[in-house]
């Protein structure tokens, strides 16, 4: 058997599942990550981190290994490299055994390894769970389709923030009521926008609890645009049914059923397993 044949063997185990032996990868790595999630939890719990801490941290590079031999393995399967690297996933994959080397250095970043839990995601795949894939790339549809509208608003919002946080700080002044800074005046403005009121600061002459409370029905008003925005750009998605098939060339996933080349980059797309 050819390397070009085994690489073609194990590129369907690792990066599909359609074929007995995908799911069953996908499987084992949906464990693998679940195992490895709860293991740092435990260890957050100092009695238990005290008992049993010598086992936990050997668990942690056990499966750290693992995930270091998995990430090696889709770096050598994929066709560009770089490209998977730099992809979502390849990001995600790489920051999954990142914190337990970085702990070597700087101890207590291994609790940071709770970003595998992000990992299963991928493996929805193979449980069919079609719906919940096509309902996710909708969601990503619509917000990517509305990012203009959304930077546009923040930028807007911030732009508020400013203004307010400076004007509470010109009418608090000299009241010994918090806003003894432009910075510490627009936290109060965001706190309060977002309708969060932690209660840390609040005005103190008739004048700045006036423009709280406008600023309190105002906040109302900001949390509902771009609730809409994404709303509208949610109705407009395409509902398209989707297939698990990873292109080859460009590593984009999420292709129509009917498929039979990569809509991103234009490469024909690997035969469905059986």
């Not at 995600?92 to 839990?117: E, F, K, M, N, Q």
Request: with cysteine.
């Amino acid at each position: 058997m050819s390397l070009d044949s085994i690489r073609e063997r194990w590129w369907k185990i690792v990066f599909e599942s359609d074929t007995p032996a995908g799911k069953a990868f996908d499987v084992l790595l949906l464990v693998a990550i679940v195992l490895s999630v709860l293991t740092v939890f435990l260890e957050s719990i100092v009695r238990l981190e005290i008992k049993y801490g010598a086992y936990f941290h050997t668990l942690e590079w056990i499966f750290t290994a693992l995930f270091t031999i998995e990430y090696l393995l889709r770096l050598w399967l994929a066709r560009k490299p770089l490209r998977y690297a730099t992809s979502f996933f390849g990001i995600v994959d790489l920051l999954a055994v990142l914190p337990t080397y970085i702990s070597l250095i700087l101890p207590g970043t291994h609790y940071l390894l709770t970003i595998r839990v992000l990992r299963v995601i991928r493996v929805f795949r193979v449980f069919k769970l079609v719906d919940h894939l096509k309902e996710s790339r909708i969601i990503l549809e619509a917000l990517r389709a509305s990012r203009m509208k959304i930077t546009v608003f923040l930028t807007a919002v911030l732009l508020l923030v400013v203004f307010i946080g400076s004007l509470l700080y010109v009418v608090e002044a000299g009241s010994n009521s918090g806003f003894d800074s432009i910075p510490r005046s627009m936290y109060w403005a965001i706190v309060t926008l977002t309708t969060v009121g932690y209660g840390d600061i609040s005005p103190a002459t008739p004048l700045g609890q006036f423009l709280a409370a406008v600023v309190m029905v105002l906040g109302y008003a900001i949390i509902a645009v771009p609730t809409g925005i994404v709303s509208v750009a949610m109705s407009q998605a395409t509902h398209q049914a989707t297939t698990t098939r990873v292109c080859t060339h460009c590593m984009a996933e999420d292709h129509r059923d009917s498929a039979e080349f990569c809509y991103h980059c234009g490469t024909r797309l690997p035969d469905r397993g059986n």
